[in-house]
């Protein structure tokens, strides 16, 4: 399932091969997130050109629109959205973060009051794994609480409880044909629950392992302690997944902390508010020193809108409510992102890794604040010009 082909001897970073039902997918590797069924503003065919892997899609959202009668009836979530590709399924237990004002917290699960209608919606192990199953995705997760930043002590032993006690109800649930299931390990940033929560997932055994309850408030360097406090008791041999993470230069961070997978919202969530990714940072495109500069919004970038077209044009694009203007800054910045991790692969190659990641990280300018990740937590990243 999981071949580990080679270790970068001045980190923790890996290379590697995961076997799925839809393909072997390259790690380290960025999965653009499909919340719904589709990555916001981008279609499978540019996905594929750019070389995306895998993408994500969440159970909680696709089990209420467009609902399982449908998507059983498509024959499962690849069939329905004509992606040919792996897709990894999130099980709803972040919502229990980020939708913890419409929820209520049960022994056996979570009673949801749908965000569309209020109508009541019960999500647990059992459901969860049931969904997933029907959706047919390659990889399911766990059901787990994710706490937010701010939680207690009281509440972050009650969640990592919850978590191992959800998990190994999870592990008893039958599964798609060759599908995948990873574990979630939480704790917050207390490395003795981080421990315990991590030792008791992995005991219970999954097909790979995930750090969860990061991009949920935290400044970076908390992100960074939590995947630092949790990597140690995970598998060598098994894949590992951060979720929600991150900004291109915590990437290249977080593959030299061990990681193999990553997720996250921001190539597309910051591209509809007109901002870009670059090498050096982040950049407005709708400001005002954009207005006649005819370059591209990156230099060197060889993706379909810096061939095609310049900051002005999509400036003026963006300043006029155009779709295509926000559909191009999406290209550009889901294309910066597997290019970063495909120069990481190269790189672990070759045997170079530590050369790229410091004049990578070194040459990332953090002065500009985004949101971060899948939660609402605030990072600085960079703003280039």
């Known amino acids: 399932m999981f071949e580990l082909l080679k270790r970068d001897p001045g980190s923790k970073a890996r290379l590697g091969r995961l076997r799925t039902g839809h393909g072997a997918i390259e790690t380290p590797v960025f999965m653009p997130v499909g919340t719904q069924a589709s990555v916001k503003a981008l279609d499978p065919r540019e996905l594929l050109e750019m070389g995306t892997q895998i993408i994500l899609g969440n159970t909680y959202h696709l089990s209420i629109r467009p609902g399982m009668e449908i998507l059983n009836q498509a024959g499962g979530l690849h069939r329905f959205m004509n992606w040919t590709m792996p897709i990894l399924t999130d099980s709803g237990g972040f919502q229990v973060f980020s939708l913890a004002k419409i929820r209520k917290i049960r022994a056996h699960g979570v009673e949801f009051r749908s965000h569309l209608d209020g109508s009541l919606l019960f999500l647990g192990p059992k459901e969860a794994m049931s969904i997933q199953r029907e959706l047919g995705s390659d990889i399911a997760m766990t059901f787990d609480d994710c706490p937010p930043h701010t939680a207690t002590a009281k509440e972050r032993r009650a969640a990592v409880d919850r978590t191992i006690r959800w998990a190994g109800e999870c592990r008893e649930q039958p599964r798609g044909a060759g599908q995948l299931v990873f574990g979630i390990v939480q704790g917050g940033t207390d490395a003795a629950l981080r421990e ?86 982040t950049v407005s495109i709708k400001a005002g020193f954009n207005k006649s500069d005819f370059r591209p919004i990156e230099e060197d970038c060889d993706c379909y809108a810096c061939r ?53 990280v070194g040459g990332y300018v953090p002065t500009r604040r985004v949101l971060l990740g899948r939660g609402k937590g605030q990072v600085e990243v960079g703003h280039a010009k």
């Open 196 to 281: 315990e929560c991590a030792r008791a997932i992995v005991k219970l055994g999954f097909d790979g392992y995930a750090i969860g309850g990061v991009s949920v408030g935290e400044p970076e360097a908390e992100i960074y302690r939590a995947v630092e406090m949790t990597e140690p008791f995970l598998p060598a041999d098994q894949p590992r997944y951060a979720m929600g993470l991150g900004t291109p230069a915590q990437l290249v961070e977080l593959v030299a902390r061990g990681v193999d997978m990553f997720d996250c919202v921001l190539p597309t969530r910051v591209a509809r508010n007109g901002t870009a990714f670059t090498r050096r940072g």
């Open 308 to 360: 095609n077209f310049t900051r002005a044009y999509l400036r003026h694009l963006l300043n006029v409510n155009e779709i295509l203007g926000l559909r191009m800054v999406s290209v550009h910045n889901s294309h910066l992102y597997l290019r970063v991790m495909r120069e990481i692969r190269a790189h672990l190659t070759r045997g170079t890794f530590s050369e790229f990641r410091r004049e990578f």
